[in-house]
């Protein structure tokens, strides 16, 4: 667990440098408004996405909307993980490593079983 939360945690200040907060304003208007226009209720369901609108808003402050949009990406982890091991023989691959080859490689021969 503590190499997905580091991992979700990484990501998603990641996603802020790279200027998530800046293509919600795009769409929503820079403080916010349009929001309840340009996205759907199935739109408004996007990981981050009621977290950068709270900082248009001026709700909370960016540290504020990294901090809750992280959490709430760990909690819904949580719940992938707990309903997958509900399945009969899963196997889970470790893809910490990030070699393709060998996970690719995995994903075939477990298939193939």
């Known amino acids: 667990?503590?190499?997905i939360r580091e991992r979700i945690d990484?990501?998603?200040e990641q996603m802020f440098r790279?200027?998530?907060l800046d293509e919600v304003a795009t769409l929503a208007g820079p403080d916010g408004r349009r929001a309840d226009e340009v996205f759907s209720t199935?739109?408004?369901k996007l990981h981050g996405l009621e977290?950068?609108?709270g900082v248009l808003r001026g709700d909370w402050s960016r540290a504020?909307?990294?901090d809750r949009m992280a959490t709430r990406t760990r909690q819904y982890a949580k719940r992938q993980d707990t309903w997958a091991r509900r399945w009969p023989g899963i196997e889970f691959i470790d893809?910490?490593?990030a070699d393709v080859e060998?996970?690719?490689n995995a994903v075939l021969c477990n298939d193939q079983a």
């Open 42 to 44: 199935t739109a408004r």
């Open 10 to 12: 990484r990501r998603t």
């Open 51 to 53: 977290d950068c609108l």
């Open 64 to 66: 504020t909307a990294i």
């Open 18 to 20: 790279s200027g998530l």
């Open 1 to 3: 667990r503590a190499v």
């Open 95 to 97: 893809a910490t490593d």
């Open 102 to 104: 060998r996970i690719a």
